[in-house]
């Protein structure tokens, strides 16, 4: 996973990053460790989820 481009797109979404987790359905501080950098793997499922909040293709996350 590309840490740093969900980051960015967190950074330009209209949502703090307390909504992101409410609309993901995960706890706050998961969205927090992705966004830090300090967690590196992220479940599939999370990761839908968390591209359909942010309005974009889980394939963004994609490395390269």
């Known amino acids: 996973m590309?840490?740093?481009k969900i980051k960015?797109?967190?950074d330009n979404?209209?949502?703090t990053r307390h909504q992101i987790a409410q609309k993901v359905g995960v706890n706050?501080?998961?969205i927090?460790?992705?966004y830090d950098g300090s967690t590196k793997e992220i479940k599939i499922s999370t990761a839908f989820k968390l591209a359909d909040a942010l309005g974009v293709d889980v394939n963004e996350f994609r490395e390269g």
Do not use: D, G
Request: glycine letters at 0%; a neutral charge.
């Open 28 to 30: 706050h501080s998961v």
């Open 32 to 34: 927090y460790k992705i």
């Open 2 to 4: 590309n840490t740093k």
């Open 8 to 10: 960015e797109l967190m």
């Open 13 to 15: 979404a209209e949502l």
